[in-house]
């Protein structure tokens, strides 16, 4: 798809097939004005998205879904297009998010409906309530590796909460950008409730500083500090979800196999570019050796390509391989080795599976965030010593541990926003479950309840129902007032 409103004056940049950088679609490159004026057309259309009211908005966002249910395999030839991931994989992405639409649809009302509140025996003669309000206009900064279901999650909600919508998705993908918004205008064709934005930093810098109402953000953490200090100059409120370097333990009593499956699904699916991707494995000393056989024995076959056969796609930012090559060269200079792949697997394109271990626990294959289809497994002598390595980090988003008896306790003892337990990055998957991190993985929250009320601001009323007990909120308060309130008081809490 490609954009075709804009006048040949207007600067424009390329989207490339990373697999061969062919040119799969021309976009406007949006400077601050436009951007201005998107946000401001926004602004009317939340009015009134808003006030079709929950019922009639989730209705909206279901035909949605169904646009996509029924058009997935055109959707997922964009993704393909762009990111180079193999058809599948983009099937599979699109699919995980319908699940989302129906659980913001549907509960939206549920979890950010008025309720009453207690008012406590101190304030009984007043009634009290919490609503959650949309806060307006929500800028969506998306990413590139998944740019479907990881915008949407921010999306989604916003839009279930009552929100309008500026995307600018990564100048990697902005024709799957540019597909959900039309495919959206065809279920909401009456406002511009869900806008596309398209260009370079420069873009979303503007976007920070448009006026919205909050910015949601998916990428590095160098790119957030820039978002962060973009968004500082007007006290723009942000949900950054910054990356990962997630960590999966395997102790003694796991089901090897099971272990083994999801380390190499979870490191090398997406050719590694998954921000709650598998990097670190961390695996008991008595199993160690079964587990690297199974592992090695499944990523031999794994092969990166561009053909319908090859299970791993290209590098989608191609400054990403040169990450790679430099992770690996650091972990075997530092007294690691390659059991699989090596420097010999990275290519200008493609990053064939390498699998690395004896390697240092503070060489950049185990502390910095490679994004490519790697692995570091390490032998440990318990699990003890597996959480500590596990936490050793300045990142904090994903994790799994393989465990039969031990599974939830390690998962509570591991530094993240989210665990599997004998599952791989099932968290992501859930509706009802906040997706976020802690640390460099950045803070707030989408998915979930936690993810509708991040676009919203909380609205309590206090109502007098009843006349005043104790005139306490005035000067003509009298000894008698004070008396019975210390007397209360003392009833209440005097105990405690």
């Known amino acids: 798809m490609t954009a075709t409103t804009e006048t040949a004056a207007v600067a424009?940049?390329?989207?490339?097939?990373?697999?061969?950088?062919?040119?799969v679609g021309t976009y406007p490159i949006h400077d601050a004005d436009q951007v201005n004026a998107a946000v401001a057309r926004a602004r009317e259309a939340a009015t009134w998205w808003a006030g079709l009211g929950f019922d009639e908005r989730g209705k909206r966002l279901r035909a949605w879904a169904g646009v996509l249910t029924r058009r997935i395999n055109q959707l997922a030839e964009v993704v393909h297009a762009e990111t180079g991931k193999p058809h599948s994989d983009a099937t599979l992405e699109v699919a995980l998010v319908l699940d989302h639409i129906a659980w913001a649809s549907k509960h939206a009302r549920k979890v950010l409906g008025r309720k009453r509140v207690s008012s406590g025996l101190t304030m009984s003669d007043h009634?009290?309530?919490?609503?959650?309000?949309?806060?307006?206009?929500?800028?969506?900064?998306?990413?590139?590796?998944?740019p479907v279901f990881t915008p949407l999650g921010s999306i989604v909600y916003a839009l279930a909460a009552g929100n309008a919508v500026v995307f600018k998705p990564s100048e990697y993908t902005?024709?799957?950008?540019?597909?959900?918004?039309?495919?959206?205008?065809?279920?909401v064709p009456e406002q511009p409730v869900l806008q596309l934005v398209t260009g370079f930093g420069a873009t979303g810098e503007a976007l920070c500083r448009s006026g919205v109402d909050k910015i949601a953000f998916t990428g590095s953490p160098g790119t957030a500090r820039k978002i962060m200090h973009a968004c500082a100059d007007t006290l723009t409120p942000v949900v950054i979800e910054g990356g990962g370097k997630d960590a999966l333990l395997v102790d003694a009593d796991a089901d090897i196999a099971k272990a083994a499956d999801a380390a190499v699904w979870g490191g090398m699916a997406n050719a590694?570019?998954?921000?709650?991707?598998?990097?670190?494995?961390?695996?008991?000393?008595?199993?160690?050796?079964?587990?690297?056989?199974?592992?090695?024995?499944?990523?031999r076959p794994l092969r990166?390509?561009?053909?319908?056969?090859?299970?791993?796609?290209?590098?989608?930012?191609?400054?990403?391989?040169?990450?790679?090559?430099?992770h690996i060269a650091d972990a075997i200079e530092r007294g690691g080795r390659a059991v699989v792949g090596g420097l010999d697997a990275v290519g200008e394109r493609f990053v064939q599976p390498t699998v690395l271990v004896d390697v240092p626990a503070d060489s950049l294959a185990n502390t910095d965030e490679t994004?490519?289809?790697?692995?570091?497994?390490?032998?440990v002598r318990d699990m003890d010593e597996a959480v500590a390595l596990a936490n050793d980090s300045r990142y904090g988003l994903g994790a799994t541990v393989y465990a039969?008896?031990?599974?939830?306790?390690?998962?509570?003892?591991?530094?993240?926003?989210?665990?599997?337990?004998?599952?791989?990055?099932?968290f992501a998957a859930i509706p009802g479950l906040p997706f976020g991190g802690i640390g460099e993985s950045g803070f707030g929250r989408i998915h979930g309840p936690d993810g509708l009320r991040e676009f919203t601001y909380a609205k309590a009323v206090a109502s007098r129902r009843l006349p005043a007990l104790m005139n306490l909120t005035s000067f003509a308060r009298t000894a008698a007032n004070d008396k019975a309130l210390t007397t209360l008081a003392n009833l209440l809490h005097g105990k405690g």
């Open 12 to 23: 424009s940049f390329d989207s490339l097939d990373p697999a061969t950088g062919d040119v």
């Open 127 to 146: 009634s009290a309530s919490v609503e959650y309000r949309p806060l307006g206009v929500i800028g969506v900064i998306g990413p590139w590796n998944y």
């Open 174 to 187: 902005p024709g799957v950008g540019a597909w959900l918004v039309h495919a959206f205008a065809q279920v």
């Open 272 to 299: 590694g570019q998954t921000c709650v991707g598998v990097e670190r494995v961390y695996v008991h000393e008595r199993v160690y050796d079964e587990f690297l056989d199974e592992v090695t024995a499944l990523v």
């Open 304 to 326: 990166a390509g561009s053909d319908p056969a090859a299970k791993i796609g290209p590098m989608t930012m191609p400054s990403q391989s040169e990450v790679v090559r430099r």
């Open 371 to 379: 994004f490519g289809p790697t692995l570091t497994v390490t032998k």
């Open 404 to 426: 039969k008896k031990r599974g939830r306790e390690l998962a509570e003892r591991i530094r993240s926003g989210m665990t599997s337990v004998n599952s791989v990055i099932s």
